[in-house]
C-alpha cells in the first residue's frame, strides 16, 4: 500500500511561514492498493488539492471519513471529482440516530455554507454508513469501530494480505485515565489497532496541554505513544497536529517523540510525525525484512 499526506493539521487550517514543512491542511490522505483503487482517508482541505491531482477517473473513489466535524469534511466541497460527472464517488462514515450521513453532509453542502446542494453535484455520489461493517473494496478488506472521541466517531483498518494501516486520527483511548492503569478491553480502539503495520494517530496535544483539554477528544504525546507500543504497532505515525503548533514547535515535539519512543522498547527509527505531501509504503515488517534476489 502507499501512502500520501494531504493534510495532517486538526481542527482549523493553519496556512502561513510557521506551517510550511509539516503544512496547514487539514485531515486528508490517500492511500492507494495494489490494483490502483483509491482510498482517502477523511476530506479536511488537504482533499481539494488531492482531487486536482487526480488523473482521470476511471474507478469509484471511496472516501471514508472518520466523523463529520468540520476539519475532516470542509474539503467535499472543493473536491474536484465532485464536479464530473463520469466520477463515481462513495462515501463512508458513522451512522447516527439523528440523522443519516446523507442528510448531515448535505447541512454542510447546502445554503447558507455552500452555493450548491449535494443532490446538484454532477457526479455519481452515495453514502453508506460504516460501522460496525467491515467490507471489501478491490483486494483489501475494511474494518470500522467506534472510537473515543466527541460525536459519532469510528476508526478504520485496512488490510491487504498481510500488510495493515489502521487510522485513528481523532482519539482520546483512555480519557484521562493512565492508560497503564486500564485492562485492553477498557482502551478505545485497541482491537483495531492491534498488531497494525502502521498506526497512524492523534497526537494533538502535548503533556501539559492535555490537562486542560480532558474530555475534548484527543490524545496526549504519552499516551499516543503508550497506545502505539500497547498495541503492538510496527509504525506509529503521529498525526492531526494543533493549529498552534509551529515547524519549530513539531520539530522539537519529534525529537522528544523518538526519544520516549526509544525509552518504552521501540526503534526511533519507526515513529514519527505527519508531514503534507509525504509518501510512505506500507508493508509489513516481515516483508520489509525479506532480502530481494
Known sequence: MRLKIWGARGS????????MRYGGNTSCAEL???DGSTLILDAGTGIRNLGLALPRVEQPIHILLTHLHLDHIQGLMFFAPAFRPEAEIIIWGPASPEAS???RIARYISAPLAPVEVRELPSLMSFREAEPLEWSIGPARIRAQAVNHRGPTLGYRIEEGDTSLCYIPDHEPGLGAPLAELEDDWISGFELARGASML???CQYTDEEY?????WGHCPVSDALGFGR???AERLLLFHH???HSDDFLDHMGADVM???RELGGDPERVELAAERHELTVMAAAREATPTV
Open 12 to 19: 482549523i487550517p493553519a496556512p502561513g511561514p510557521e506551517t
Open 211 to 215: 490537562l486542560n483539554h480532558l474530555g
Open 259 to 261: 526519544r520516549r519512543w
Open 101 to 103: 450521513l446523507r442528510d
Open 242 to 244: 494543533d493549529p498552534l
Open 32 to 34: 492507494t492498493l495494489s
Open 230 to 232: 500497547r498495541v503492538g
Open 200 to 202: 497512524m494517530h492523534d
